[in-house]
């Protein structure tokens, strides 16, 4: 375990503060994890039954606030308070389930980058039952990039998915629209031919070429490398299918008695699957590249997202992630 | 019924020439679709039985072909004979299961394009149960794209879902990161204000703004525009999260003797669902911009998917879809 707390954010997120505070609470008697609760005193303090420190902000960044502007005028909020903890030495990282690119500002502007980054990305994991999650970055943070960017997104990934996966030389493939080199924008091209370069004279990753939309969930790849924009469609394509998969079955089991009965029967087997896809399980995203660490926990996070993020959050610090980027990048 | 047939590649596609031609049979038996079958006269006319046309073709395009150069250099093959067939008012239009890029490359450089038309698109049909079908396109034509070229997908499309679908002033929206049109690329943004300029002026569609990749099954936009590199891996995305659902929900219900007379009742209720989300009824996508109808079914198709191919091509031809498609970009 680490010695310093991690900054959890009490302010962010769609069921804040309650679940934030309540996974907070959980984290703690469960696995001992200490976390600062980030917000306003008045609100977390009654929730949290004094058995964390609080660390007051008074201002709260909403999901609807432009996330430039609130982190430069929000100077008291969750998010950047929080940020500053991990810049100040007094967290070992920040979890935040509020407004993404508010978090992601206030980590790049409050920490900084890490030397030689040339942009932060968002790192997601999409589980995959019966193997190691596959590391999909940047989902979002980059909306344009160049390669050389998604060069050092490969190398940041890797170093993510041998942290956080135990995988020793992570499989790297970059999402296209074939398998074949000449396929794709000018940009993927570029990429292609700059990571296969960089293939050859790393330890760090091998690569295994293009993938495309179908693969993401084909646990061919750890790290599937791609833009901003193209990440984040993808990721929410998935999120949305699954969504809807879920909501088909489930209205397919509801047709009548008889099928009530067999799926009462069925959900014995099929929720043990189902729970290895849970978004609350996965732990959140994490912005590589900032001199601290950043976990990402979506906006609809419950006590248990929270706790998954605070054991993820702990773990990479303990494992010393920062430096092991900045070595890769180097 | 048009009184021309329908120019069938009768050697594209992983099941070819067998499934294709039985295809073609049964659309003949059933619905009375006259097709011609493009192909090897020595293949083909043992499986047809006699019974419908042949025109031979002594070249097959295969799958792994570059596509501009095979439709370069094979010009008597099965592709590019189906598509001078229709050039030449011999066929009401054409369909292949082959090689997609090598099905558009015959179609644009033998039919030609559509007068104003900066680039033709492929249409893809989204099957949401309940529903109709949402258009998503470009879904592979073009890796990259300009505004002006997204704003007549959009056009386009809309003519695709009035004449197909039936939807008199369909939903148009744009692919993008973020509901706020000052989400996404410098791409996404200068198409975002040019077709909301546009609806303002035009009866053909009502402009909805941004959707992102989570709303694609979710019915809220008849037509989804983006560029074709975004659209494939949107596409190939959900074809990857439905085959994974199937095969998680199916090993699971392969658990034990109990798990599968569960799903033996089960099944009765999900298989007419399944069979809404089957790509084989969906009846292929479409190249828009092209001076004639070209459908593309997917590689993997069985004669099930070219009757629905050739119901498809058979009513966009009565309804004059290439007339209706040059009023809406002139």
Not at 84 to 96: C, H, I, N, P
Not at 177 to 199: C, D, F, N, R, Y
Not at 200 to 222: C, K, P
Request: aromatic share 4%; with cysteine.
């Amino acid at each position: 375990m680490s010695e310093l707390p991690i900054a959890l954010d009490a302010m962010g997120g769609d069921k804040a503060p309650q679940e934030i505070v309540d996974g907070a609470l959980q984290a703690f008697h469960e696995f001992g994890l200490q976390s600062i609760l980030v917000g306003k005193r008045e609100e977390v303090e009654p929730l949290s039954g004094g058995e964390l420190e609080i660390f007051h902000a008074s201002e709260v960044i909403s999901m609807h606030d432009d996330p430039a502007k609130a982190t430069r005028s929000k100077k008291d909020s969750s998010l950047v308070r929080s940020a500053e903890l991990v810049r100040d030495f007094k967290a070992s990282a920040m979890v935040s389930a509020g407004n993404t690119g508010a978090a992601m500002a206030s980590a790049l502007f409050r920490m900084g980058r890490i030397k030689g980054v040339a942009r932060p990305a968002i790192a997601t994991t999409l589980p995959i039952p019966g193997h190691t999650p596959t590391v999909l970055l940047d989902s979002g943070a980059n909306a344009e990039c160049q390669p050389e960017w998604l060069l050092q997104f490969a190398e940041m990934g890797a170093v993510f998915s041998k942290v956080r996966y135990g995988i020793k030389r992570p499989k790297v493939a970059l999402l296209s629209i074939g398998e074949e080199s000449s396929k794709g924008t000018p940009l993927v091209k570029s990429t292609h031919a700059m990571i296969k370069e960089k293939a050859q004279s790393t330890d760090l990753f091998e690569f295994i070429g293009n993938v495309e939309g179908r693969d993401l969930l084909d646990a061919v790849a750890d790290v599937v490398v791609t833009d901003g924009f193209t990440g984040n469609v993808a990721l929410k394509t998935l999120e949305g299918s699954l969504k809807f998969f879920m909501k088909t079955l489930f209205n397919v089991m509801q047709t009548n008695d008889e099928s009530k009965s067999a799926s009462d029967i069925l959900l014995k087997y099929l929720l043990p699957v189902a729970s290895e896809l849970d978004p609350d399980a996965t732990g959140g995203a994490m912005l590589l590249g900032v001199q601290g660490i950043c976990i990402i926990s979506h906006g609809s996070s419950s006590a248990k997202a929270i706790v998954s993020a605070l054991k993820v959050a702990d773990e990479l610090s303990k494992h010393n992630i920062v430096d092991q980027l900045r070595a890769a990048v180097s």
